[in-house]
């Protein structure tokens, strides 16, 4: 059976299905348990279980540190709440009380809206640079500095509170600044140390660590801010991101070539397998033809959709449990972290299959790619839609929240991971593209959920549950369409192209040396 069309393996096109062979192997590849590429990953996975504890703690701290959603509340105690207060509560679920000498604050939903939009005008600024420059120089620094840098003005939260809002919105945008790079370096890095047909078990594990972060930071802040007061949240999240950089910089390395710990057979595994495509980048690059390139496109339009549905339960769940359901600060905290245990449970599965289908050649990898990207999108959107129809009930909204970021953990090994396929070289530099304009929508969802919901009405959140739902179905018809997990002509340099042609006229003066040799030896006999 030969290899189906889009089946990339980092080398030039011609001679196809060549490598491909070799590739598939299985006792030539070394096992992945207590492998140097698996520590990485497992090691990525608690960084960006880090970063994302860093980047939603506020989403459930808000809810402790406002004093009430709505100042003018205050005025008129007759308020209309979309859904009935739960017996026994009174109003206790618009104010929540802290420890003495804890401050809160009086911050309308549009402000909040501003808070928890602020860490992504940061985080635009810094996607580009850094994923060119880990491209360039490697992804270590770049990953560890960022969690680093992001872990410790997470330590100064309390203290920017206390001085404003203005201050906060700077050090959350800062704090953005500093994570910018984290995505673009792991691409970067598995560029250099994901061999073709593990880069979607190996990937998706280590991206997984968001959706897990997610499910841990929620309900922990949830727990602290009830127990310490709210500035705990921000003083231990910060202390583990912290922690966390000693161990990367003692264990990771940029390559495969330079880690002290790996073994031989595992390194020239990893080498071979990658090719010429496993080195960095030079300081130029060929940007015309990635500004025409349809698959590029497609990759930056649909990670957008998607976002957007992402980046809205992200920062806005708590405050609809909160503001809805009228559920209590652990329970809220809990229950909008459940969908994030899905998503984390459905997509470390999701990239071992996708792997199988590649390597067994059940599926191109562009099939693949698309078959995974659309469930991802589409199954979400629909369940999302639910979500607005689900009225007051609890377990319905729970369990309608929860399928939709579950399903959509199906999408890891689809378009989040589609660079390293039609660029390997460049995945990094077109990771921060892609993710640069995959943020927008979380500058802008929370704003427009602000929007949408400042009278807190179920009206206007079934709106902003529609909004997300309409655009995540755009994105996955539009990605149908236009994607590819081939590699590009632009991404192929001229050491590429010459590296098939070498291996052939070796096969070739091999092949030759052996029928001469076969050839005297018969001679011999004859005399």
């Not at 390139?293 to 549905?309: D, F, G, H, K, R």
């Not at 994030?340 to 599926?363: Q, T, W």
């Not at 192929?492 to 091999?510: I, M, Q």
């Amino acid at each position: 059976m030969p290899p189906p069309n889009g089946y990339s393996i980092n080398s030039a096109p011609s001679h196809e299905g060549e490598d491909s062979d070799l590739l598939i192997k299985s006792d030539a590849v070394p096992p992945q348990c207590c492998s140097a590429r698996l520590n990485l990953a497992v090691l990525m996975f608690l960084g960006f279980s880090v970063v994302y504890g860093l980047r939603v703690n506020l989403s459930v701290a808000m809810v402790a540190m406002v004093n009430t959603t709505d100042p003018k509340t205050d005025v008129n105690s007759s308020v209309i709440h979309a859904c009935p207060l739960p017996s026994g509560t009174g109003n206790t679920s618009d104010v929540f009380q802290q420890p003495e000498a804890v401050p809160q604050f009086f911050w309308d939903s549009e402000i909040q809206g501003w808070l928890l939009g602020a860490f992504f005008f940061g985080y635009l600024c810094t996607q580009i640079p850094g994923g060119y420059l880990a491209g360039h120089c490697g992804g270590k620094m770049f990953l560890g500095l960022g969690v680093l840098s992001t872990a410790a003005l997470t330590l100064l939260t309390p203290l920017a509170a206390t001085w404003g809002s203005r201050w906060l919105f700077a050090l959350r945008a800062l704090e953005g600044f500093g994570e910018g790079v984290t995505f673009p370096a792991m691409m970067a890095m598995w560029a250099r140390w994901a061999p073709p047909l593990e880069r979607s078990r190996l990937m998706t594990l280590s991206g997984s660590g968001a959706s897990f972060g997610a499910f841990l930071a929620l309900p922990l802040t949830g727990f602290i801010c009830e127990t310490l007061g709210w500035p705990a949240v921000f003083y231990l999240c910060g202390g583990a991101g912290c922690l966390w950089a000693v161990f990367w910089f003692a264990f990771v390395s940029d390559d495969p070539r330079t880690h002290r710990r790996i073994s031989n057979e595992e390194k020239d595994y990893i080498i071979n397998a990658i090719g010429a495509q496993g080195t960095g980048h030079g300081w130029s690059l060929p940007l015309l033809s990635m500004l025409f390139s349809v698959p590029l496109w497609a990759i930056i339009v649909t990670q957008m959709c998607s976002n957007w549905a992402f980046y809205t339960l992200l920062t806005s769940l708590p405050t609809y449990m909160n503001d809805i359901l009228h559920f209590d600060l652990q329970s809220n905290s809990f229950l909008s972290a459940l969908p994030y245990l899905g998503s984390s449970l459905v997509s470390l599965p999701s990239g071992v299959f996708a792997d199988y289908l590649i390597e067994r050649k059940v599926f191109s990898v562009t099939v693949v790619r698309k078959l995974f990207t659309f469930t991802g999108l589409l199954l979400p959107a629909v369940f999302l839609t639910a979500v607005g129809y689900a009225g007051c009930s609890h377990i319905l909204t729970v369990t309608f929240l929860t399928l939709s970021t579950s399903l959509g953990g199906t999408s890891s090994p689809g378009v989040y991971i589609n660079q390293i396929d039609i660029a390997p070289r460049y995945a990094g530099f077109l990771l921060g593209i892609t993710n640069t304009f995959g943020t927008i929508p979380g500058v802008i969802a929370p704003i427009v959920t602000g929007y949408f919901t400042e009278d807190h009405t179920m009206a206007g959140w079934r709106m902003v549950f529609w909004v997300a739902a309409g655009i995540n179905l755009g994105g996955a018809i539009f990605y149908t369409i236009f994607g590819s997990g081939e590699i590009q002509p632009w991404a192929v340099a001229e050491e590429d192209r010459a590296e098939p042609e070498k291996k052939g006229a070796r096969s070739t003066s091999h092949e030759n040396t052996t029928y001469t040799t076969e050839d005297a030896t018969h001679s011999d006999k004859l005399e």
